[in-house]
């Protein structure tokens, strides 16, 4: 079974910009959620996903926002990026969300 | 006070000495996630217990719900073992993250 994947691995934008990220979920798992770690912050939860639903978001700003497909794909956005959005943000897969997650290799997101 | 704190933060031993991180959190659980991230970034889950001790080859992990803690232990530390173990609080269908402990095992 193929692993989480997560594109681009790298990215570098400018302030003011959006950017989407994608993952494609574990084939068969239906919850996807998201998280950014920083070096500050350590790790902190976006939101979840489960069939096309947003089920659960943590304390993140409107300029942080998702979706998901009906194959479970899932995308999140950041709108008007600011320095500070600067991380790798990671997402896992479940098959209903309250089990194991399998994580992503992340996306590094470089605002300069 | 963080939600859940884990400790230590940082961690060097020799190999073959039997490590424990710990993890306490603060209010109420339906879950406690181990988490395993090697430098590069990618993170493998050990593993997720509600109750009791689970174990996978070197690896051991304990919660104590009454007491609100878990532990991670690994017997015959190897190198390999070097990575940040991350514990992770499930409650309310949210996720919430202690800061992580850097472990180093010296050959």
């Known amino acids: 079974k193929a692993g989480v994947t997560q594109t681009p691995r790298y990215l570098i934008k400018t302030r003011g910009q959006q950017v989407t990220l994608s993952c494609s979920p574990i084939s068969g798992h239906r919850s996807v959620s998201w998280y950014q770690q920083t070096p500050g912050q350590g790790l902190q939860f976006l939101f979840e996903?489960?069939?096309?639903?947003?089920?659960n978001k943590g304390n993140f700003p409107g300029r942080f926002s998702g979706r998901q497909f009906s194959n479970s794909r899932s995308e999140m956005n950041v709108s008007t990026l600011e320095l500070g959005d600067s991380a790798l943000y990671l997402c896992?897969?479940?098959?209903?969300?309250?089990?194991?997650?399998?994580f992503g290799p992340g996306t590094r997101l470089t605002v300069t | 006070k963080n939600e859940v704190e884990q400790s230590p933060q940082n961690l060097t031993a020799q190999e073959g000495e039997f490590i424990t991180i710990n993890c306490s959190y603060s209010?109420?659980?339906?879950?406690l996630h181990w988490l395993q991230q090697h430098p590069g970034g990618g993170i493998v889950s050990l593993f997720m217990l509600s109750s009791g001790k689970k174990k996978h080859g070197r690896l051991i992990a304990t919660i104590n719900i009454q007491e609100k803690h878990s532990s991670l232990h690994i017997t015959a530390s190897h190198p390999r073992d070097s990575a940040v173990y991350i514990c992770?609080?499930?409650?309310?269908?949210?996720?919430?993250f202690g800061k992580g402990t850097r472990l180093h095992i010296l050959p």
């Open positions: 996903y489960f069939s096309e639903t947003q089920r």
């Open positions: 992770a609080s499930n409650r309310d269908d949210k996720i919430i």
């Open positions: 209010v109420g659980i339906s879950a």
């Open positions: 896992a897969s479940s098959l209903s969300g309250q089990g194991e997650q399998y």
